[in-house]
C-alpha cells in the first residue's frame, strides 16, 4: 500500500526557514516523480516543485513563486522527500501536500499524504 | 503559465443528479487533464488522469471527457458521498497549474 507522510510543519516567523520531510512507503521511490503541492487556507491547489526520478537523475522544477527560496530534496534510502524552505513569508501559509506521480504518457498525480500545515506569522 | 478555469465555482445538486463540471485551458495541453476531488479538511483525491482514464478503485460513476483546451468532469448519479469540491489540473507543461475548483453542494 502506497503511504506518503508528512512532517516538520509548524508556525514559523516571516522570514524564517523550515524543513518538511515526507517519509514514503509501499512503492520503490527512486522510480518515481515526486511533488510538492499547497494549498493557502481556504483557498485552492498550487503547485510547489518536482523532484524527477533517478533515471532523470532526481532535476527538480519549481514555481515561479517559490523559485529561489525553496529547494526539494530526497533520499533514497531513507525513502524520504524534503522540502527546505527559507525566506518564509506570510503568504507561504498553507498545508503542503506530498504527491507521487505515475506514468501513462505523461507524469500523473496518483497518491496524496495528508498533508502538513506551515503558518507564517510574526 | 496555462491558466485552467473551471465552471461553474458552485452548484447545488440532489442526490441522483447527473452533474458536469467543466475546465477550460488557456492553450492546449495534449489531453494531459487530471481531476482531483476534495472533502472537507481531507486530501484531496485522485479521481481522473490523462483526461478520461479512471484511477484505481475510482467508481464509474464518475468519467472525463475532452480534447484540445476544453475538458469535462461528469458524476452520472450523484451521491451523498460525493459533495465535495473538484479541482482540475492540467500536466502539460510547467508550471503544473490547477483551475480555481467547483464545490458541489446539496439542495
Known amino acids: 500500500e502506497v503511504q506518503l507522510v508528512e512532517s516538520g510543519g509548524g508556525v514559523v516567523q516571516p522570514g524564517g526557514s523550515l524543513r518538511l520531510s515526507c517519509a514514503a512507503s509501499?512503492?520503490?521511490?527512486?522510480?518515481?516523480?515526486m511533488d510538492w503541492v499547497r494549498q493557502a487556507p481556504g483557498k485552492g491547489l498550487e503547485w510547489v516543485g518536482r523532484?524527477?526520478?533517478?533515471?532523470?537523475?532526481?532535476?527538480?522544477e519549481y514555481a515561479a513563486s517559490v523559485k529561489g527560496r525553496f529547494a526539494i530534496s530526497g533520499d533514497e534510502s531513507k525513502n524520504s522527500l524534503y522540502l527546505q524552505m527559507s525566506g518564509l513569508k506570510t503568504e507561504d501559509t498553507a498545508i503542503y501536500y506530498c504527491?507521487?506521480?505515475?506514468?501513462?504518457?505523461?507524469?500523473?498525480?496518483?497518491?496524496w499524504g495528508q498533508g502538513t500545515l506551515v503558518t507564517v506569522s510574526s | 503559465d496555462i491558466q485552467m478555469t473551471q465552471s461553474p465555482s458552485s452548484l447545488s445538486a440532489s442526490v441522483g443528479d447527473r452533474v458536469t463540471i467543466t475546465c477550460r485551458a488557456s492553450?492546449?495541453?495534449?489531453?494531459?487533464l487530471a481531476w482531483f476531488q476534495q472533502k472537507p479538511g481531507r486530501a484531496p483525491k485522485s479521481l481522473i488522469y490523462?483526461?478520461?482514464s479512471l484511477q484505481s478503485g475510482v467508481p464509474s460513476k464518475f468519467s472525463g471527457s475532452g480534447s484540445g483546451t476544453d475538458f469535462t468532469l461528469t458524476i452520472s448519479s450523484l451521491q451523498p458521498e460525493d459533495f465535495a469540491t473538484y479541482y482540475c489540473?492540467?500536466?502539460?507543461?510547467?508550471?503544473?497549474?490547477f483551475g480555481g475548483g467547483t464545490k458541489v453542494e446539496i439542495k
Open positions: 504527491v507521487r506521480l505515475a506514468y501513462s504518457s505523461g507524469w500523473y498525480v496518483d497518491y
Open positions: 509501499g512503492f520503490t521511490f527512486s522510480d518515481h516523480y
Open positions: 523532484m524527477r526520478n533517478k533515471a532523470n537523475s532526481y532535476t527538480k
Open positions: 492553450q492546449g495541453i495534449n489531453n494531459y
Open positions: 490523462a483526461t478520461s
Open positions: 489540473q492540467q500536466y502539460n507543461s510547467y508550471p503544473l497549474t
